[in-house]
Structure formats: C-alpha cells, structure tokens
Antibody, heavy 121, light 111 residues
Framework: EVQLVESGGGLVQPGGSLRLSCGVS????????MSWVRQAPGKGLEWVAN????????FYADSVKGRFIISRDNAKNSLYLQMSSLRAADTAVYYC??????????????WGQGALVTVAS | QSGVTQPPSVSGAPGQRVTISCTGSSSNIGAGYDVHWYQQFPGTAPKLLIY???NRPSGVPDRFSGSKSDTSASLVITGLQAEDEADYYCQSYDSSLSAVVFGGGTKVTVL
C-alpha cells in the first residue's frame, strides 16, 4: 500500500523557519518525481515545488522561490521542504504528493494526510 | 497573469448530470498541456479522479468522465449521487507562468 506521511508542521513566527518531512512507503521513491502542494485555510490548492527523481532539478512556484527548498533522500525514502522567511500568507496545510510525469506534466496520484503550518506571532 | 478558471459551485439532483468547466488559455490548456482532475472531501487530502484529460485511475467509478477541447476541459458526473458532494479541482501547466496551476475549485452540491 502506498503511504505518504508528513511531519514537522506547527506554529512559527513571521520570518522564522520550519522543515517539513515526508516519509514514504509502498513504492520505490527513486522512481518518481515528488511534489509539495499546499492549501490555505478555506482556500484552494496551490502547487509549491517539484523535485526530479534523482534530486538534481527542482522547480518552485514564484510565491516561494528563494525562500523554500525542496530536497529528497531516496535512501531514506524521504522528501523534505525547508521553509524560511515565513510569512502569514504561507499558513496552510502542506501535502506531499507522488508526482509521476505524463507528457511533461506531473499528476499527483498519491497524497499524504497533510501537515498544518501556521505562521503567526 | 494566466491560469485556469472554474465555476465556484454547481449543483444537481440525485441522478442528474453535472458538468464542471476548467477554462484556460493559449499558454496552458490551449498549448496542449494535459488536464488532471481531483476530488476533495472536507478535512481530507485530494484524490486523483481523472488524469491525462480522459483517463480514470483504478477504482474511480465510470460515472466520472473528462474531456478537453481547445482552451478548456470539463469534468462530467453522470448519475449524480449524494456521496459525490465534494470540491473538485482541475490542474494543468502554464508556460507563461512556468508553473503547475490549479483551478480555484468547484463545490458540487447534491440537492
């Protein structure tokens, strides 16, 4: 069974940093692109970042570029999101997702349960 | 600015057919990028419903179908059931934004 489990969410002050982790099981993580997608309270889905299978290429939404870093450790079956210079607008549930590519576009075919990040003083 | 647009809400009686549109432009759907659809119930993670415009993952009922034409795509639910009441999102890629884009989501209400 495919499982993705996020951890590391919590309350952080504006300007602070936080690192999310996503542990995966039930599939060979090195065979897939992986992604982070977030959802602000009561709002829609927003793509955050993608990372290539071997971790050599990363892609970011403009809203997080230069502040967030996506990384992976295939040996540990894990995905990470290092978030810095956090703003109130970053408050959201953050989902990690498996992202197989189809004709150059990722489809998010498995999701974690989400980790809530709250940025407030 | 570009992206894809969905109606905020649609509704229908049980057994009816409802259609959710996903309207894009020449920099996303019109450029040939695929559209995927997701279903989300309150408090839970989204679930992939349709991928590659028309394909259903294993386990998705065949009352859900997708299509794509020119600069838009549609999700159709035929034989609407109470359990289909949820939020639905389309997703594609926008070359002018160099970003994966989601529609704003459509809430389906079963009357």
């Amino acid at each position: 069974e495919v499982q993705l489990v996020e951890s590391g969410g919590g309350l952080v002050q504006p300007g602070g940093s936080l690192r999310l982790s996503c542990g995966v099981s039930g599939f060979t993580v090195s065979s897939y692109w992986m992604s982070w997608v977030r959802q602000a309270p009561g709002k829609g889905l927003e793509w955050v970042a993608n990372i290539q299978k071997d971790g050599n290429e990363q892609f970011y939404a403009d809203s997080v570029k230069g502040r967030f870093i996506i990384s992976r450790d295939n040996a540990k079956n894990s995905l990470y999101l290092q978030m810095s210079s956090l703003r109130a607008a970053d408050t959201a549930v953050y989902y990690c997702a498996r992202a197989p590519m189809l004709r150059g576009l990722p489809r998010f075919d498995s999701w974690g349960q989400g980790a809530l990040v709250t940025v407030a003083s | 600015q570009s992206g894809v647009t969905q109606p905020p809400s649609v509704s229908g009686a049980p057994g009816q057919r409802v259609t959710i549109s996903c309207t894009g432009s020449s920099s996303n759907i019109g450029a040939g990028y695929d559209v995927h659809w997701y279903q989300q119930f309150p408090g839970t993670a989204p679930k992939l419903l349709i991928y590659g415009n028309i394909n259903r993952p294993s386990g998705v009922p065949d009352r859900f179908s997708g299509s794509k034409s020119d600069t838009s795509a549609s999700l159709v639910i035929t034989g609407l059931q109470a359990e289909d009441e949820a939020d639905y999102y389309c997703q594609s890629y926008d070359s002018s934004l160099s970003a994966v884009v989601f529609g704003g989501g459509t809430k389906v209400t079963v009357l």
